[in-house]
């Protein structure tokens, strides 16, 4: 009998060869690797279209006729097979560009075949480019045997090249499924199966490849989805239990003179209602008895420091040492002076501990934490080192969180016998689907309401064929005594030319106004040179910065009403407000100028339309979610939570995610020691995924 473990070499139809190609292409090893490479969409095979019919827009389609001519045309790397189909109704070009030997071989011009694949326009004609050539059978359109829906499964290349085309894997997995003749063991209790109404997995995992009806395929989908995101969060959540289990929280239960002088005497605004909640929550957090793990996010200028404050005044009057870590020097000594303003001659030592503070200075500091006349530490990773030593640190806090790894966070937790509380800080808001998956482990609070007076930020998106009245923009701003940023995209793989357009822009600036003088800040400078020049723009001393997106990360100058940003089509949503966040700080109205030329295609316009029409963080990250998925979102390549999902989609699946997070909660919650003998099936099956899924041990 066959079994999921088995080595996919031995299947009828792959051998050695193929087998390396499936391994090397696409990881599968394994008989259960197949079955869960799912397809990623499902053709409707009945139908076939007429030539004539067909435009460049449609997705995969069917045509049914007789190749006319077949010829090789082109010379190089443009060297290609070109085949005129014809039905009667029109000429569809077919594409080889690899392959062309073999793409007609056997060919009979006499016969019908049928091509599947998707339409472009090329050069005024359409054409499929490396279809699927078959023969027209008399049971072509006879359902009852392929099904209605036809699936689509994802091939490299090297596959096609390799004989591996979506048909041929198709064909594989039908015959994987026939050698299974026992249905498939169930993967989730009864009661849960029940509750939610979701089909058997046996049945799921034979009509999630080769669907019986659409019903069927849909119910498939539902299940295998809530299956998947319900192990993940089964995962995530046990590893909570046991955290839970493990350390027991430092007890904060007083709110004393430090936090009471503050907020009473020192603290020169009304905090936003937000932000009291916030406070709230961290406050119950910090005198529960459990450790505090709590992601705060809230967008640029939402007034996150301060809550990060207050918290560290809960911990002094608890008789605890508070630290914040920042990514960068310059932040760290913002914050260091931002914090020192806030609390006046208060009683309360703040310090400040980087790479840069060196020498007698860092002894000294060092030994003042030691021995803990150091109330709150700000600094940079620098603070994490081993030599590092806190006489009684109770509450670490870490701005802007996704800079760091996690292995950094974890090493805050050994800064005490027992874990300090840890509150993580984000500008980057991330949808709440997405935090449940990559912050899983970890509460969430929301600042969602800036503080009163902001002037929401005008953003424009123009072409940089209206320079002109850019330029006449930013000397406006500068006559009011306002000062401007313009940022260039670098990205690695095109440095060259990035840092090109950078350094022509700067020259460029500087011609265009001479009477004002220039910064220039980008990442291959030393950071105690970008440092300085950022420090120079900060203190007014340039009125123009420009700069590579070294300037994202939290820096503060309200005198700077005017964000330009070069080639805007080339930054993700979430990075163009980040960069945006760094205007509008003052009570004064502030300027994003989108530059981009002025052919671009329709997907970039409404993307660009996006960030004109929302200053809201959130919406923004929901619209990049959905564009570009979880994978290139700022933020998760760093969480250590890797979603590797091979069905759901945390961007659309929001709720079954829900559902499935729920559900796992519930078992978490009934049935703590997994004593249960009906959820045995359950743990048995995380242990095996945990396996197979190297990411899995490691959560944020
Ligand atoms: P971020 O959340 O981006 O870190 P900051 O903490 O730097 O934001 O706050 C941005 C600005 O808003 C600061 O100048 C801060 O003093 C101010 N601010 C914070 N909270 C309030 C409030 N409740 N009312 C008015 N201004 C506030
Ligand atoms: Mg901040």
């Not at 409707?44 to 997705?59: A, F």
Request: charge should be neutral; charged fraction near 25%; glycine fraction near 8%.
């Amino acid at each position: 009998m066959i079994q999921t473990h088995q080595d996919i070499q031995y299947l009828q139809g792959v051998g050695p060869a193929r087998a390396q190609t499936l391994e090397r292409e696409l990881a599968i090893r394994t008989v259960g690797d197949l079955l869960t490479y799912y397809p990623y969409k499902y053709v409707d095979r009945t139908h076939i279209y007429q030539i004539s019919e067909i435009d460049g827009n449609m997705p995969y389609v069917q045509v049914k006729g007789r190749i006319l001519s077949a010829d090789t045309v082109g010379e190089g790397r443009n060297r290609r097979l070109v085949a005129r189909m014809s039905d009667g109704t029109g000429v569809i070009e077919l594409v080889w560009f690899q392959g062309l030997k073999y793409a007609l071989k056997g060919y009979d011009f006499n016969k019908e075949y049928v091509a599947f694949g998707k339409p472009t326009v090329y050069g005024g004609r359409i054409n499929i480019a490396h279809p699927e050539l078959e023969e027209v059978r008399p049971d072509h359109l006879d359902t009852s045997k392929t099904g209605v829906f036809m699936p689509a499964y994802n091939t490299t290349d090297r596959m096609k090249r390799g004989g591996l085309n979506s048909a041929a894997m198709a064909k594989l997995t039908r015959h994987m499924l026939t050698l299974f003749d026992h249905p498939f063991a169930e993967t989730l209790t009864p009661y849960l199966t029940e509750h939610y109404h979701l089909i058997p997995y046996d049945t799921a995992i034979r009509n999630i490849h080769f669907p019986e009806s659409a019903e069927l395929l849909r119910r498939a989908q539902v299940r295998l989805k809530f299956e998947e995101l319900f192990y993940v969060q089964l995962n995530i959540l046990r590893y909570v239990r046991d955290r839970i289990r493990r350390y027991r929280g430092l007890m904060m239960p007083h709110i004393g003179t430090a936090f009471n002088t503050f907020y009473h005497q020192h603290l020169p605004f009304q905090l936003t209602g937000a932000q009291k909640r916030v406070v709230r929550e961290i406050r119950e957090d910090m005198r529960s008895g459990r450790q505090m793990n709590r992601l705060l996010q809230g967008d640029v200028g939402s007034g996150k420091t301060l809550v990060a404050l207050l918290s560290a005044l809960i911990a002094i009057d608890n008789g605890f040492q508070a630290c914040i870590m920042a990514p960068t020097e310059i932040l760290a000594e913002q914050h260091l002076q931002t914090l020192r303003n806030l609390l006046g001659d208060m009683p309360v030592r703040v310090e400040l501990l980087t790479g840069s503070v060196k020498g007698k200075r860092r002894t000294t500091i060092l030994a003042d934490l030691a021995a803990g006349t150091i109330n709150i530490l700000v600094g940079t990773h620098a603070i994490i080192e081993d030599n590092v030593v806190f006489a009684r640190l109770g509450l670490a806090v870490i701005d802007e969180q996704h800079r760091f790894g996690v292995a950094q966070r974890a090493k805050m937790w050994q800064k005490n016998d027992t874990p300090p509380h840890v509150l993580v800080m984000t500008a980057t808001p991330i949808p709440r689907t997405l935090a449940m998956t990559l912050y899983g482990d970890l509460d969430v609070s929301v600042i969602d309401e800036l503080p009163p007076g902001r002037k929401p930020i005008a953003t424009l998106h123009m072409f940089d064929s209206h320079r002109a009245s850019i330029y006449k923009k930013v000397l406006r701003e500068m006559e009011h005594g306002r000062q401007v940023y313009i940022v260039y995209p670098l990205i690695k793989e095109s440095e060259k030319s990035d840092m090109k357009n950078l350094e022509e822009g700067y020259v460029q600036i500087c011609r265009q106004f001479p009477q004002y003088k220039v910064g220039k800040v980008h990442g291959q400078m030393k950071p105690a040179d970008k440092d300085a020049e950022m420090q120079r723009f900060a203190a007014g001393e340039t009125q123009i910065l420009v700069a590579t997106t070294v300037i994202e990360v939290g820096v503060n100058v309200p005198n700077a009403s005017v964000m330009i940003i070069e080639n805007a089509e080339r930054f993700g949503l979430s990075q163009l407000h980040q960069l945006r966040g760094r205007v509008g700080r003052g009570a004064d109205q502030s300027y994003c100028i989108l530059v981009t030329n002025y052919e671009i295609g329709n997907d970039t316009r409404r993307r660009l339309q996006i960030m004109v029409d929302s200053t809201d963080g959130f919406e923004i990250a929901e619209h990049d979610l959905k564009l570009r998925g979880p994978g290139d979102l700022e933020g998760t390549q760093q969480s250590g939570m890797a979603f590797d999902l091979k069905i759901a989609n945390i961007a659309t699946d929001g709720q079954i995610l829900t559902l499935a997070r729920d559900a796992a909660q519930f078992i978490i919650d009934h049935d703590p020691d997994e004593a249960n003998p009906q959820n045995t099936i359950l743990w048995r099956r995380l242990k095996e995924l945990r396996k197979t899924n190297i990411y899995w041990g490691a959560i944020s």
